[in-house]
């Protein structure tokens, strides 16, 4: 491969996952177009891309970068998932399609500058919250002081409320409400 052409590949490469921070690297030999076609298709339609990457060049490219971290799994057959799903919810989808496939070989990922190495890795990374889970968790915690303060606030009125309520249906039946008075020492 010439020179020329080798520049405009990293060139492409730099185009192409400038701005991307977290990717997960898989390995896709051995599937047979219809497996390949259907895996990337099941990614596609959550936003998530598959991109097949020459190791050396993607090295050149991706040096200096948010990706720089995936350069030590680049040897052998690479392609780099990524897209607009969490890299979490990516490896969780990848770890459940290796189970199925193994063709599937999952060769590490990155995230915020950290490399997640091998199988092992990845499925760590499945095991994190995404992003809107850990702010759901963070906003819960947030709100759980204030409704235990509320519901100790509304708890005397619950009861007033209840005792009203039996007086009520006392009298609705007819019953006398006998008057009791705390018995004082």
Not at 4 to 20: L, P, S
Request: proline share 3%; net charge positive.
């Amino acid at each position: 491969m010439s020179k020329q052409v080798k520049d405009m590949i990293v060139r492409e490469y730099q185009r192409r996952f400038d701005g991307v921070g977290e990717a997960v690297l898989v390995e896709i030999r051995g599937m047979s177009s219809v497996e390949d076609t259907a895996f990337r298709q099941g990614l596609r339609k959550d936003g998530v891309r598959v991109t097949v990457i020459r190791n050396n060049l993607a090295k050149r490219a991706l040096g200096g970068t948010a990706l720089e971290a995936i350069l030590p799994g680049l040897s052998g057959p690479s392609a780099l998932v990524y897209g607009r799903a969490s890299v979490v919810s990516i490896a969780r989808k990848l770890v459940e399609d290796a189970k199925k496939n193994e063709k599937l070989g999952l060769k590490g990922a990155c995230i915020d500058g950290e490399w997640f190495a091998g199988k092992a890795g990845v499925e760590r990374l499945s095991s994190f919250p995404t992003k809107e889970e850990s702010q759901s968790r963070v906003v819960t915690l947030l709100l759980s002081p204030a409704r235990n303060v509320v519901g100790a606030a509304k708890a005397p009125g619950a009861r007033v409320l209840g005792i009203v309520k039996e007086i009520e249906s006392r009298l609705e039946k007819g019953e006398a409400i006998a008057k009791s008075v705390p018995q004082v020492g």
